[in-house]
């Protein structure tokens, strides 16, 4: 799994001296890679929450935090039953797994009601947003394989992990605005940003 693959040197970073241990690591990579899908989940759960707010609608964003806390107080509490080590923490981050996919499920039925007959998605926009990340592939790539392959200690591992991170990142916001026709406007602003 590449999310696997990404997550276990930054893992082995986190843990330093008597904490790395083969089976410490495993644990922490799996937690990682859990929080990374529960941060896309997330994601959804706090745009249409945004949304529902923005169309002066309370009630359901409240009902949906109610729903979110029941979700995982009953998971967490069904992670006691795992035993206590590495898997019970894992199973407490996919308790918020579950409740991220829970919320953003709810609050994207809720807009969908909401706004219906209109679309739920711009098929445009979002060709537009997956060809910007398929712009960071490279960048991403690129700093996987120097990760691995190339850097062996942990403090240079992370630093170039963050480096790729941000030559990433830049590669879909360039692409981004271009494909939207903002560049110009982004360029302004930077300009701006750095005269002051």
Not at 90 to 107: E, F, I, N, R, Y
Not at 116 to 132: F, S, Y
Request: with cysteine; aromatic share 6%.
């Amino acid at each position: 799994m590449p999310a696997a693959r990404i997550a276990e040197p930054v893992a082995s970073a986190l843990a330093n001296g008597e904490l790395h241990e083969p089976a410490i690591v495993r644990w922490l990579t799996a937690c990682l890679v859990v929080f990374a899908v529960a941060q896309l989940a997330h994601a959804f759960y706090e745009v249409s929450r945004q949304a529902l707010f923005a169309r002066l609608d309370t009630s359901e964003p409240r009902r949906t935090s109610t729903v979110v806390m029941v979700t995982r107080t009953v998971v967490a509490l069904g992670v006691l039953l795992l035993p206590a080590d590495g898997y019970r923490l894992v199973g407490l981050c996919c308790a918020m797994l579950l409740a991220d996919l829970v919320a953003s499920l709810m609050t994207l039925f809720m807009i969908r009601t909401a706004i219906r007959p209109e679309r739920l998605l711009d098929l445009h926009r979002l060709a537009i947003v997956g060809a910007a990340t398929v712009a960071m592939l490279p960048a991403s790539t690129f700093g996987f394989w120097v990760v691995q392959h190339q850097v062996h200690d942990r403090v240079p591992q992370l630093a170039v992990s963050f480096v790729m991170g941000v030559v990433a990142l830049a590669c879909f916001g360039l692409v981004l605005a271009l494909l939207t026709g903002q560049r110009p406007t982004v360029i302004t602003k930077l300009r701006a940003r750095l005269r002051a």
